[in-house]
C-alpha cells in the first residue's frame, strides 16, 4: 500500500523473499580434501536452525517472535533465543528442523507459518552451523502459545526494524584471536519485564532486518571471523 514501509505489506514481503538468494554455506568443507592420505577425518560441523516468525502488529509495524531460554537449561540459560535448534536425522531440510524446534518450544502450529527462504549461514563460537528460516505468520490471532517449561521460560516479540537502529542499543569491543570484534546489546522493555537480545540471535537479527527493509544498520558492525578446523 502507498506510504507503508519496505518490508511491512505481508504478501509483497513474501513474494520478494521468496527470490532471495543467500550466500553459499562457507562452512561446509571442501570435500575433495578428504582423499588427502593422512589427512584424517574431515571436520564436518554440527548443524542448527532456528525461525524468524514475523507477523504485522497491531500499528502495521513487522514484529518478530523470541524466546527466554529456560534458566534450567545446562547451556545459554536465561538468555534470549529465537525458535529452533539442532538437526534431527528425521527433518526433511533446515525450515522442517525450525518449524519442528519452534512446535516443541512454544506450540507453534507449522500450518500457520508460510515459509519463504533462508539466510545466511552463522557458526557459534560453538562451531555450531545455524540457519536462520524466515516464516511470515498471517493470522496472529490464530497461534496459542504453549511453552516447553522445561525450555522456554517466557516468549515475547519485538518490532524487527529496532535492529536497524541505534535506540537501545549498546555495544562492547572485544579481541579474539588477534581480531576486533563488536558485540550489539539491544534493550526491549514491556511493562513486567526488561529483555536483553546480544550474540547471535542480535547477529541474525540484525541481518534479517537489514534483508526485509533492504537498508544497512545505522551502527558499525565488526563481526569476528572464525576458523573452521579441516579435520
Not at 534493550?187 to 550474540?199: F, Q, R, S
Request: aromatic share 8%; hydrophobic share 40%.
Amino acid at each position: 500500500m502507498e506510504g507503508e514501509k519496505p518490508g511491512t505489506d505481508l504478501e509483497a514481503l513474501i513474494g520478494r523473499l521468496r527470490l532471495h538468494q543467500p550466500l553459499p554455506n562457507p562452512y561446509a568443507g571442501d570435500p575433495s580434501t578428504a582423499e588427502t592420505p593422512d589427512a584424517g577425518e574431515l571436520f564436518k560441523p554440527r548443524r542448527a536452525a532456528v525461525l524468524i516468525c514475523l507477523f504485522r502488529g497491531s500499528s502495521g509495524e513487522l514484529r518478530v517472535i523470541l524466546t527466554k531460554r529456560s534458566s534450567s537449561l545446562s547451556t545459554h540459560s536465561g538468555e534470549v533465543a529465537l525458535p529452533g535448534g539442532k538437526v534431527d536425522e528425521g527433518d526433511a531440510d533446515d525450515a522442517a528442523t525450525a518449524l519442528r524446534e519452534a512446535k516443541e518450544e512454544i506450540g507453534l502450529d507449522p500450518f500457520l507459518v508460510t515459509v519463504v527462504t533462508s539466510l545466511e549461514h552463522f557458526l557459534s563460537k560453538h562451531l555450531l552451523v545455524v540457519v536462520p528460516i524466515v516464516g511470515i505468520l498471517s493470522n496472529i490471532e490464530a497461534f496459542k502459545p504453549v511453552l516447553n517449561i522445561h525450555e522456554v521460560d517466557a516468549i515475547f516479540d519485538v518490532p524487527l526494524e529496532m535492529f536497524l537502529k541505534d535506540e537501545n542499543r549498546r555495544s562492547e569491543e572485544r579481541e579474539r584471536m588477534g581480531q576486533v570484534f563488536t558485540i550489539q546489546y539491544f534493550d526491549y522493555v514491556t511493562e513486567n519485564h526488561k529483555y536483553v537480545i546480544w550474540g547471535l540471535t542480535a547477529r541474525i537479527l540484525i541481518h534479517a532486518a537489514s534483508i526485509v527493509y533492504q537498508r544497512p544498520p545505522d551502527f558499525v558492525e565488526r563481526r569476528l571471523q572464525f576458523n573452521l578446523p579441516k579435520y
